[in-house]
């Protein structure tokens, strides 16, 4: 019914910068809230940053002044742009979502399938 597709991973030097996207697609009434988890190699994963409606946005303390998220709500899309990017931000990234179906049911939690990012020289 609902879809995220995520793109913008890759390989980058430390000091860096990637762009990720996340867009959902299906049937959507309402998305409450949208994001970026990443999990490093042998790690559990975290949240990175959120943008959640009535709320805004918060981030990670570990990329506060490097990473940025955004939203655009009439692309259901939101964004992680990654600036000074360090080894330890190696890691697969994944995009997930609080979406209402309708107005009557209860939000849904939803994944993306994950993007790459290596930070390495």
């Known amino acids: 019914q609902v879809q995220l597709v995520e793109s913008g991973g890759g390989l980058v030097q430390p000091g860096g910068s990637l762009s990720l996207s996340c867009t959902a697609s299906g049937r959507i009434f309402n998305i409450y809230s949208m994001r970026w988890f990443r999990e490093p190699p042998g790690k559990q994963r975290e949240l990175v940053a959120a943008?959640?409606?009535?709320?805004?946005?918060n981030l990670a303390d570990s990329v506060k002044g490097r990473f940025t998220i955004s939203r655009d709500n009439a692309k259901n899309t939101v964004y992680l742009q990654m600036n000074r990017l360090k080894p330890e931000d190696t890691a697969v990234y994944y995009c997930?979502?609080?979406?209402?179906?309708?107005?009557?049911?209860?939000?849904?939690?939803?994944w993306g399938q994950g993007t790459q990012v290596t930070v390495s020289s």
């Open positions: 997930n979502a609080l979406i209402e179906l309708d107005s009557v049911s209860p939000m849904s939690n939803y």
């Open positions: 943008a959640t409606n009535g709320i805004g946005t």
